[in-house]
């Protein structure tokens, strides 16, 4: 089974070479935990891999996420330009000048199918083999029995292009799980980023729930957000003391 | 009492050698436990005993569930061909192109009735021992007060047939119980799959809750998921500190 | 006052002498706890004794509840014959077979009037002593706000018939209480099973909370599940960390 | 201020004297905790002193009421004949022979004045110094927002009467408070009756929790049910690993 | 900024002074913690200190309140009949003897405008400098999506007639917070009344939340109800063991 | 990217600077923590630094709220005079003698447009730098379901006009995250400021849990309230057990 590469340092060799091609991951955090940084490394890496990608952008104005990604060094309005990376904005529903510089735009989130088309449609453009949706949970905040449905649907479409993909999920701080009932259960794969205060003290950490396709750390990894973007260190363990170095490696 | 060989190492002797005939059995757990793994090594061995099987496919498109089998090394269409392995399709309804190569389509869900015949047609027609629902939990996510009486529904056909059968129950991280209200009280055992974090690490385990008609292992195992299947240590114990040998055998 | 012994081993004795004649007794559990098995056994030991006993089958066919009392060595089929056995079939609705085979079928459920007449019938023709309802959760576990009159209701009768009857509870794992707001008020004595895991280990149990008309142990005692049934404990103690005997017995 | 005397050996110590005259006394418990036998007695001593009682049965049919008495040494029926003792029938709705046998008879419960006009009368008729109302959990089970405005109205006419009142309050087991959202804070005192395990073993306590117009003691006091009825340790303390003697007295 | 004595001993110095003027604070406490008598006593030191004051009975008949303010040696009637003292009648609701001695009476609870114009009435009648409401618990008891609204309108009031003033709220036994979602981001200050169990003995005690325009200890103090009121022990705090007493003072 | 200094001691170093220019943050806490004297503070800085600010009152009347901040040292009216403050009364609705002294009124809170208006109104005309809504709980405490859409409108408008803006947020007592289902996703920035009981002492901390745009530290800091309002200790660490020096500095 081919994997893809993250290319986010420390992450691939956790995942045992990278994510199975064609999985859906779910990216599970709270507030504040990175989720938004990791999908759109994710996707930067792809590019310099020559893989096109595709960022759906429900929580952000499109204009404030490419600014968002050049502070990290991301710049992808020259991959916009060759047709390689698209970014879908379904965050102005088309209300101001957004409609003039924007190429996919999602009118109605209320509607699944015009979101899924819109989707379907950009990844046809630039023969997309890296998807994100930034994140499912707006798509049914306000109907948690949806969830499980609307999960399955974007799935089914997802598989049928060949993209490997990340949905990130927003989770409330204590909240166990990874966002909505029945959606943990319709996925491929679960990361989950977690940012917990041990004593007074914020520290950041990721682990690998399930993937299919491949066998992964069974262990929570620390993790920086650094101007660079996440690093991931493969060879600590948080513990509920704190951070621990692993004795001969992952 | 006449006992179903599962033929998943290790699970038989905490079994005390295997799941009595014609019981139905809950296998509960939260997001990558394996439930799936589970179910079909389950069925597989059963073909290779000679025990025709029926596999009720809600999660997953049935194109993928073969090839997550043949991943493997569960490779079930010449045994579909030969008659005694099937497939029914419940996760399409009929929509794509699965009409023209599934032979057993539940087009809709909402119908109990629907899905009970479709089932009782194709364990006659391959005169199946075994089969495995993956998940009941599908059939009542969204209307919980008919969990109970869909499970008695189906028991009553199943046991009515001399099938042996797996209910595989999907339940949330962290959930307490079996999955539903009354679900767990009408099943004839009750099999939980965990994956637990012990201090930065993921433990997988499995406790044998109940089990009519045999007597069977009251201690929580440690299990791996290897390539080739489930691999239950039956010889070990699952603590609150982590693993621990058994003194002397189970 | 006199007292019904019930025969299962250790029970008498916790109970000092057995259950107060007329009283009702909620006899609580999760799954797997072993209610079903216990409220058997005794009838059964009734039977033996010349009491004759009615079971009232909510949760399974009565076929196969008879079945069921056979592996323990319980044949009841000879007591039915000679009258001082009854099975009130509330179960299968008289739908298929049982209407040709049960003499007491209970046709709707919602109601709890032709409920409590067929009960009564039965009681009247073999000059029940002894009743089982197995379980009174199922009269109302749709419509919560009924229990505790339902439980009032079927009190009433049995205390007017001179009764000594069990009233089976199903409750769920990890739930205090004896399942339903109430219903726990509503009865004579409450005897609870437990079935906990402790690092690792699952642990049996019964401890009686309360049984009005006599005084009765105040411990947790560990309890077996064997081929002739129940075997409790009267000379240990589960505490928190496991089986401990009894100094100079209960 | 005056102080009435309960009689209750191990109590009136703990009170300081007694139940100030005229309070309404809220006693909350969990099943099997004594609350019934608590109230009986509270009443029965009254009468050995000469004080005249009323005791509104909600929850068991009144003559087995008057049995349950009986088997503490409590018989009634001589009271009730000489017009000092009623018992107030609010179980029966007069429904059978209860309409011969029975003086005071609420009909309908569903109807609070007509409950509060029974009551009144049997007040006036004998010149009652003690009431029990066993329990006013049952006149607002199906319809908690009327919980404190009938306690309110019950309280008002108890009050005027000049009576010394017991309120039976039915919680469940783990249930902290009193039983029902602004009961708690209509009531001139609250005893909490406890029925706890600790590490395998039962222990019966009680713990004044206010009583207005005396100071009482501020600890949690062992008690014992017998064949006499209630025996509070007043000289002893139960603390979170059992029961320990005080030093020096309460 | 000025600032009310409380006149409670040892709460002034807790307050660092006492309670801002005009500020309106939220006296919090479960059953039985002495909410009554702490707001009773305010008002009386005011009535000592030359400053007119008023009680909103809302929980206690008119006459009872008097009488239980009598208990602990405060007779409010000469300064009834001065006209530097009032009670406001909202409990009764003018029914029976009360419309003939009660000067201020709230008919209709359900309409706070009425409400408020009787208090307003009162306020200027008599010129008041405190007032206390017992509870605001009541007037939104059954309508918890008004609780904010309706204690931000009293406090408008409040606050123009230059009033100090507490609101006495009502908690249950466990509930932490302050009573009422919203209510406790609308007032100037916080006062907490605990009654905990420790180990088999209760303890009171009291910890100022907040308070505007003032300093004020930030340690929970331990208080006796004495016959003469509430004792606060400024130099002592109460931790999780149990009193201790302050090295070198508050 | 440019940032704004808070000019609160102790707060620029743990955001490594200052709050990055154009986030919106949110600002979440319990009763009595410190949430309004913070935001007036950051308002009030800014004047001193020449950056034109405006305080949006939901929670006090504007009189109210210039006397409180006066108290503090912060006598705003001249810098409304000069034309570079706005208080937006979102209070009052215009009633009273409101609508003759304040010049920005809100007359309708269920209009989240007028709101809007007023707001957008009020930034231009003074060239606001920094906006503090005070709280954004208010505009959404009766209709949770619109508190992430409203979030969203409002960080749409004020990030167009380039202000530095935050948002307060209130949360009980011991509720865990910041204020609302989705409101903490939507924001660039979390500060959170605790009020907590540590056996018997109350403890001021805050902690930042998120800022776009900057690396803060991961620390949880106590602070105090004085007379000069907030002071933080970027040197100190609150952990479990208390108060705690950090060595070598944050």
Redesign the interface.
Known sequence: ?KKVKTGIPGLDEILHGGIPERNVVLLSG???TGKTIFSQQFLWNGLQAGEPGIYVAL?E?PV?VRQ?ME?FGWDVKPFEEKGIFALVDAFTAGVGKSKEYEKYIVQDLTDVREFIDVLRQAISDIGAKRVVVD?V?TLY??KP?MA?STILQLK?VL?GTGCTSIFVS?I???E???GG??V???VDG?IRLD?D?I?????RSL?V??M??T?HS???HPFD?TSNGIFVHSDK????TGV?KLQGGE
């Open positions: 089974m709270g507030p504040g929580e104005h404030q968002n502070q994140s949970t905040i306000n029995a499980r089914r598989a927003q409330s701080v204590g166990t799980g990874f009932p029945g943990e259960h319709g679960i940012l205060e004593d007074g003290e914020l520290y682990i729930w399930k299919r396709g066998s069974m262990r929570r957000i363990i948080l513990k509920n621990e």
